[in-house]
């Protein structure tokens, strides 16, 4: 079975103190990850697909990027609104009769961060 | 806003009596995913749908839980007898196709059962 693990669980950090997240994954041939972000009280908010290793995807303070093994969030100079809980998710692997795209999630890891 | 619609967002429901949740995907998105969240645990894959059809229903229960996606409306995640186990987040997805395509999420159903 597909396993998807998130260190840390939680992350506190100062206004503008930056810091990463990891997401390793145990898939096979893999087709894909997903990385979003969840406030409390709301659905998951899509930020970025990663489709091979050494790829690299940026939206504002956030950064991904993935090896073969797993992937990492950076987030640069954090502002308290970047306060989420942060989910990795892959789909199933590469040669895997499996029906479309139904996502194996990691745990998430929760950041605060403090003005 | 043209994103994942789910209602109602909170459901109250006695133990023995059922649930029917609603998911309106994303316009253009005919593939639609349930999941649901337990109290401090993550996502868990339940059933995959597209128009008419039950893809994939690998993750859900095989009993009281049953998803549709009609021709017409939206996707009903029905769960009948509901148990104090039930209550969670149920959350919809929905993707433009089914291959690597980003899922979009609605805000999800929060179910609690007396």
């Known amino acids: 079975e597909d396993q998807v693990t998130q260190s840390p669980e939680a992350l506190r950090l100062q206004e503008g103190e930056s810091s990463s997240l990891n997401c390793s994954y145990t898939?096979?041939?893999?087709?894909?990850l997903f990385w979003y972000r969840q406030d409390p009280g709301k659905g998951p908010e899509f930020l970025f697909t990663?489709?091979?290793a050494g790829e690299e995807k940026e939206k504002e303070r956030l950064k991904a990027t993935l090896t073969k093994k797993e992937s990492f969030l950076h987030i640069t100079a954090p502002k308290p609104e970047d306060s989420a809980t942060y989910l990795c998710?892959?789909?199933?692997?590469?040669?895997?009769?499996?029906?479309?795209?139904?996502?194996?999630f990691g745990g998430g890891t929760r950041v605060l961060v403090k003005p | 806003n043209a994103g994942v619609m789910q209602n109602p967002r909170h459901l109250v429901r006695r133990r023995g009596q059922e649930a029917r949740l609603r998911c309106s995907p994303m316009?253009?998105?005919?593939?639609v995913y349930w999941y649901r969240q337990l109290p401090e645990e993550g996502l868990k894959f339940m059933v995959y749908?597209?128009?008419?059809?039950?893809?994939?229903e690998s993750g859900m229960p095989k009993e009281r839980f049953s998803a549709e996606f009609p021709k017409e409306g939206p996707s009903i995640l029905r769960i009948q007898q509901v148990v104090r186990g039930d209550s969670a987040a149920y959350f919809c997805?929905?993707?433009?196709?089914?291959?690597?395509?980003?899922?979009?999420f609605g805000d999800g159903t929060r179910l609690s059962i007396l």
């Open positions: 898939v096979s041939g893999l087709r894909g």
């Open positions: 990663l489709y091979s």
């Open positions: 997805a929905s993707s433009r196709g089914s291959s690597n395509q980003p899922q979009h």
């Open positions: 316009k253009g998105h005919s593939h």
């Open positions: 749908l597209q128009k008419e059809n039950i893809i994939d």
């Open positions: 998710a892959v789909p199933p692997p590469v040669g895997i009769k499996a029906a479309g795209n139904k996502l194996t």
